[in-house]
């Protein structure tokens, strides 16, 4: 089982930047990746970016350059770091863990972030 408690969400202005942090706790031998992962009103829920155990990131292609997923094993928390940010990133954010073990997720209670023009 594994918890996961998202923090850092707020107001932004548009062109700013914000992070987002996502403290884990729990059993993590079989989770091999963690998530970002956000849903704005009306629309369905996507993946944001991903950080393997490998260290290996995979990132939305419309967001390539503007966020960083980064990962603390030490401190087991994973951050979104969001530089440029628009209207449209307008959302709530949520942080997963993917356990390939049960082939589950684990979700946060998301954050939201709002971006004013």
């Known amino acids: 089982q594994v918890r996961l408690v998202e923090s850092g969400g707020g107001l932004v202005q548009d062109g700013g930047s914000l992070g987002l942090s996502c403290a884990a706790s729990g059993s993590f031998s079989t989770i091999d990746s963690m998530r970002w992962y956000r849903q704005a009103p009306g629309k369905q829920r996507e993946l944001v970016a991903t950080?393997?155990?490998?260290?290996?990131?995979v990132y939305a292609d419309s967001l390539k350059g503007r966020f960083t997923i980064s990962r603390d094993n030490a401190k087991n928390t994973v951050s979104l770091q969001m530089n440029r940010v628009k209207a449209e990133d307008t959302a709530v954010y949520y942080c997963?863990?993917?356990?390939?073990?049960?082939?589950?997720?684990?979700w946060g209670q998301g954050t939201q972030v709002t971006v004013s023009s």
């Open positions: 950080i393997f155990n490998s260290g290996r990131t």
């Open positions: 997963s863990a993917y356990d390939s073990g049960s082939r589950i997720f684990y």
